[in-house]
């Protein structure tokens, strides 16, 4: 989904900001995977050995640094020299990419957003992950493990990374009134027409549902992410009715972060690491997690089943988890660290309170992307929406 690294200049500077304003909102959404079964065949490593010399990752842009985009980012060669382990990385542009990648056996590890994990595992293209051997693990937020998009009947798949809301923003000198609401770019977004901005994505549709999962209560919709054939049609249509008022979509940060510096989008989703930017440009920006909540993503490092070189992958999962490098990354990245031991070791204090590191009340308000899967999770059982699905209808709904 986020195959973008922010410059390490930009996020210096940005840091320093305070922090957004936040909407009520409801709870996420219930856990469910669903109905994913741990597939038979790939275990977890039992022992930790030597490491075999390298190891080769799937990865989004600015997660794994050696110092070649900024000789002061590099949270590679210390790795490399204390393990002997060289790191070898490949760039995933997209989740899609990634799981296909994932497949060719290549590779000993992704760092996997929540819309790829499951199908990672279903496939078996991932092993379950002994945590015992990834000793920082014990220091990682409680909220992120065991979840229905790392773990399976209580196995964890991953190690959890990094977590992040995607946030409403508006150009302040443009939109007058603070909107609180998604439906400011559903709604009423004629008011805008021309100037909404949308995230280009598939899984955008959990976007549409979770408004009308606070608006629309006759529809049932409970997870975001598992919706029938009713509950999908109406996300559907809200979303061909939206596209009559937006400017243009957005998948890359720097294309969104351009539109709104120069007018071209007023009022749409993004992240907060965006908002930090623009602000950082004097650009005069609001942002808010509206009262319906919101969708977000947490992202989980895990192992191939096929994995050519698993002591290393180890090594990294455990090195990219520790408190001064998921502090690194956090803050190349813009994200909040998964190791609470992190927010310690960031270059701006203020890091952890920007991005809600430890504020479990702002990310219950926030439901992770998951793999849409036919098998609900309920008791409608497989009627739900697959992720093809979601595909194709994405394909509809732009035109």
């Known amino acids: 989904m986020r195959g973008q690294g922010i410059?390490?200049?930009?996020?210096?500077a940005v840091l320093s900001l305070?922090?957004?304003?936040?909407?009520?909102?409801?709870?996420?959404?219930s856990s469910s995977n669903g109905g994913v079964k741990a597939p038979k065949g790939p275990k977890a490593l039992a022992k930790l050995g030597k490491g075999e010399g390298k190891v080769n990752l799937i990865a989004w842009a600015g997660y794994v640094e050696d110092g070649s985009t900024d000789p002061k980012v590099d949270w590679v060669s210390d790795f490399e020299k204390q393990t002997g382990c060289q790191v070898n990385v490949k760039v995933g542009n997209t989740s899609d990419e990634m799981v296909t990648l994932m497949r060719t056996g290549q590779y000993d590890g992704v760092s996997a957003s929540g819309d790829a994990t499951l199908r990672l595992i279903a496939g078996g293209d991932v092993a379950p992950v002994n945590t015992d051997l990834v000793k920082n693990y014990a220091d990682i937020y409680p909220a992120l493990k065991d979840k229905p998009w790392n773990s399976v009947d209580g196995t964890p798949y991953g190690i959890p990374h990094g977590r992040g809301a995607n946030l409403l923003m508006w150009r302040s000198d443009k939109v007058k009134t603070a909107p609180d609401s998604w439906g400011a770019v559903f709604d009423q977004a004629a008011t805008n027409k021309g100037k909404v901005t949308a995230y280009d994505n598939p899984i955008y549709i959990a976007d549409a549902a979770l408004y009308l999962k606070a608006t629309k209560p006759e529809l049932k919709?409970?997870?975001?992410?598992?919706?029938?054939?009713k509950q999908f049609k109406a996300s559907v249509d809200l979303l061909k009715a939206q596209r009559q008022n937006i400017g243009e979509y957005w998948s890359d940060y720097t294309k969104e972060q351009a539109a709104f510096a120069n007018g071209n989008s007023t009022i749409g989703t993004t992240w907060q690491v965006?908002?930090?930017?623009l602000e950082a440009d004097k650009v005069p920006i609001k942002t808010t997690l509206p009262k319906e909540g919101a969708t977000g993503w947490s992202d989980t490092w895990m192992i191939s089943s096929k994995a050519k070189n698993p002591n290393c992958m180890y090594m990294w999962m455990d090195h990219i988890v520790s408190p001064k490098t998921n502090a690194a990354v956090a803050e190349w990245f813009g994200e909040a660290p998964s190791n609470a031991k992190a927010c310690a070791e960031t270059a701006n204090q203020d890091h952890c309170k920007i991005f809600h590191s430890d504020d479990e009340a702002y990310f219950d308000k926030v439901s992770?992307?998951?793999?849409?899967?036919?098998?609900?999770?309920?008791?409608?059982?497989?009627?739900?929406?697959d992720y093809s699905e979601w595909v194709q209808?994405?394909?509809?709904?732009?035109?």
């Open 7 to 12: 410059a390490a200049l930009a996020i210096a």
């Open 18 to 29: 305070g922090v957004v304003a936040c909407g009520g909102g409801d709870s996420s959404d």
């Open 221 to 229: 919709i409970d997870n975001v992410y598992e919706l029938d054939d």
């Open 274 to 277: 965006i908002a930090n930017l």
């Open 368 to 385: 992770y992307w998951t793999t849409p899967r036919k098998e609900c999770g309920d008791d409608r059982g497989a009627v739900c929406k």
């Open 393 to 399: 209808a994405w394909t509809e709904i732009k035109g």
